[in-house]
């Protein structure tokens, strides 16, 4: 079993629509969770992080995180053409030798449609 | 968030010869680098974490001979692949990291090695 489980999609929506992304994850030590947006050839990009569960709001974009359930959420609304991308969770936990280490999710390819 | 540049942004280069790609924090000192590599329509994958004027520690899988990383400065960590091979055509990306100076990570924009 994968530390992290993200449906690679793709996922096809139209402009305007509530986008839903999810991720999964095994590990109860995972402390911070991030989403991170790439476009095509292009390194990730910063959209969110939490500390701890619940929502977190910025703009267009809503994460949410249940650590009981160890499920976290990417919501995305009023879809633009612009947001088309691979959407990319991570989460990270302290290692015992010291730092820590973050774990992607597979990404999502998400397509909003004009 | 934080500045990063990597350079070059591309590069195709023939099988067994080496090819040096640079990562560079440009508005913040960087003690730890992560340098990650990701393959067509997958996640990125950890390779390796270096701190600043210390060996790198590479992860499980990861040779570290024929990937070596120098991370002399806190403002500039070098990834050297040496004798690549088709196979090692990827994604490359950096991730420059400093406790109290950056809340998470940030990730440069990438270099594409192609090997022929």
């Known amino acids: 079993q994968k530390e992290v489980e993200q449906d690679p999609g793709p996922l096809s929506v139209p402009e305007g629509a509530i986008v839903s992304l999810n991720c999964t994850y095994s590990?109860?030590?995972?402390?911070?969770f991030m989403w991170y947006r790439q476009y095509s050839r292009k390194g990730p990009e910063l959209l969110m992080y939490t500390y701890s569960s619940g929502n977190k709001e910025d703009g267009r974009f809503t994460a949410q995180v249940d650590k009981s359930s160890k499920y976290i959420s990417l919501f995305i609304r009023d879809s633009q053409p612009s947001d088309s991308a691979t959407y990319l969770c991570a989460m990270s936990a302290s290692r015992e030798t010291g730092g820590f280490k973050t774990i992607f999710g597979a990404g999502t390819r998400l397509f909003v449609k004009a | 968030g934080a500045v990063v540049s990597q350079h070059p942004s591309w590069v195709i280069c023939k099988s067994g010869t080496s090819v040096k790609i640079e990562c560079r924090s440009l508005d913040f000192q960087a003690t730890t680098m992560f340098w990650y590599r990701q393959f067509p329509k997958q996640s990125l994958m950890l390779m390796a974490t270096s701190n600043e004027g210390s060996k790198a520690t590479y992860e499980q899988g990861v040779e570290k001979d024929k990937f070596l990383i120098n991370h002399a400065s806190l403002t500039l960590s070098t990834l050297t692949v040496t004798s690549a091979h088709p196979e090692d055509s990827s994604f490359y990306i950096c991730s420059p990291y400093t406790s109290g100076k950056t809340d998470t990570q940030y990730f440069g924009p990438g270099t594409r090695l192609t090997v022929l």
């Open positions: 590990n109860s030590a995972f402390q911070y």
